[in-house]
């Protein structure tokens, strides 16, 4: 591997762990809605100049049979996924949803073997049992009375899974007529705009006068560098290196959202975290091979 992609590798475990820090703090002073809302108006016209600069107009010209798609699009990947996400982290913590959201990966691997006629082979049905087990351990705490007091937030960073799941592969489809950069910028386009009446209803954006540099600081965190110059790395990086090796980084992120989560934050790491955690990954990491 490149050492110019290594570091950028690292940089974006840095930075996707640190998004769930970021959620955090920005919840102190900002509704989840209105949050996830000003993260993607802001992170939409830099990814659509982005794609401008390096696609030209081409890219960004939209057929009529085309709306129905990117609204589908943006409103699973971007809509429903963020703003479930944030509304979760108000219940759950930073270090449960860093693990949590990994269950996507058996979620693509299921809605790829329906869809798209991909095969579900018996290590990746192996890997999507582990990782269950493991979501389970971390959502009742290692306890079976744990079934009774469930985290609701936990639960829902779990469906947002599925949601990204099935953006992931009905973005594959697009994919096959459309370059990267254009399929995010009309799913950022649609899903914002989708946004915005909930953001609306739900506070009416009287919230924005008592905005501090923190609530600013992490819209901006979560918009220029999660949603924008992370998505550039990684493409990047797929590009350039084996999409297994790239794929491989992404177990780090639990591991350092919890280390900042620890020390940001004050959350507690329990042992059944840990061992839900490792299963979690390790179903993961099967379940891609």
Same mark, same amino acid.
């Given at each position: 591997?490149?050492?110019?992609?290594?570091?950028?590798?690292?940089?974006?475990?840095?930075?996707?762990?640190?998004?769930?820090?970021?959620?955090?703090?920005?919840?102190?002073?900002?509704?989840?809605?209105?949050?996830?809302?000003?993260? $993607?108006?802001?992170?939409?016209?830099?990814?659509?100049?982005?794609?401008?600069?390096?696609?030209?107009?081409?890219?960004?010209?939209?057929?009529?049979?085309?709306?129905?798609?990117?609204?589908?699009?943006?409103?699973?990947?971007? *809509?429903?996924?963020?703003?479930?996400?944030?509304?979760? +982290?108000?219940?759950?913590?930073?270090?449960?949803?860093?693990?949590?959201?990994?269950?996507?990966?058996? $979620?693509?691997?299921?809605?790829?073997?329906?869809?798209?006629?991909?095969? +579900?082979?018996?290590?990746?049905?192996?890997?999507?049992?582990?990782?269950?087990?493991?979501?389970?351990?971390?959502?009742? !705490?290692?306890?079976?009375?744990?079934?009774?007091?469930?985290?609701?937030?936990?639960?829902?960073?779990?469906?947002?899974?599925?949601?990204?799941?099935?953006?992931?592969?009905?973005?594959?489809?697009?994919?096959?007529?459309?370059?990267?950069?254009?399929?995010?910028?009309?799913? $950022?386009?649609?899903?914002?705009?989708?946004?915005?009446?909930?953001?609306?209803?739900?506070?009416?954006?009287?919230?924005?006068?008592?905005? *501090?540099?923190?609530?600013?600081?992490?819209? +901006?965190?979560?918009?220029? +560098?999660?949603?924008?110059?992370?998505?550039?790395?990684? !493409?990047?990086?797929?590009?350039?290196?084996?999409?297994?090796?790239?794929?491989?980084?992404?177990?780090?992120?639990?591991?350092?959202?919890?280390?900042?989560?620890? $020390?940001?934050?004050?959350?507690?790491?329990?042992?059944?975290?840990?061992?839900?955690?490792?299963?979690?990954?390790?179903?993961?990491?099967?379940?891609?091979?």
């Amino acid at each position: 591997m490149k050492p110019k992609t290594f570091i950028e590798l690292l940089a974006l475990v840095l930075i996707w762990s640190g998004s769930w820090i970021a959620i955090k703090w920005g919840l102190t002073e900002i509704p989840p809605y209105s949050l996830a809302f000003f993260r $993607f108006l802001i992170a939409c016209p830099v990814i659509v100049a982005i794609t401008y600069q390096l696609e030209g107009k081409k890219s960004l010209r939209i057929n009529k049979n085309e709306i129905i798609t990117f609204s589908i699009l943006g409103l699973l990947g971007v *809509t429903l996924v963020q703003a479930i996400q944030v509304y979760a +982290l108000k219940f759950t913590s930073a270090i449960n949803s860093s693990i949590l959201i990994n269950f996507n990966v058996p $979620f693509i691997a299921i809605f790829a073997m329906i869809f798209l006629g991909e095969a +579900l082979n018996k290590k990746t049905a192996f890997g999507i049992l582990v990782s269950f087990i493991g979501a389970v351990i971390i959502v009742v !705490n290692g306890s079976l009375s744990g079934f009774q007091k469930i985290n609701i937030g936990d639960i829902l960073i779990v469906l947002t899974g599925v949601f990204w799941a099935a953006y992931s592969v009905a973005g594959k489809k697009t994919m096959e007529q459309r370059t990267p950069l254009s399929m995010t910028s009309f799913s $950022f386009l649609f899903g914002t705009i989708f946004l915005f009446p909930m953001a609306l209803f739900e506070s009416g954006f009287s919230f924005i006068g008592g905005v *501090t540099i923190l609530g600013l600081g992490s819209v +901006l965190y979560l918009s220029l +560098l999660c949603s924008v110059y992370a998505y550039i790395c990684w !493409n990047r990086s797929m590009k350039c290196e084996k999409a297994s090796n790239v794929a491989m980084f992404l177990y780090f992120v639990p591991v350092v959202t919890a280390i900042m989560a620890w $020390f940001l934050l004050g959350e507690v790491i329990t042992i059944f975290t840990v061992i839900g955690g490792i299963l979690v990954i390790f179903g993961v990491y099967l379940a891609e091979r």
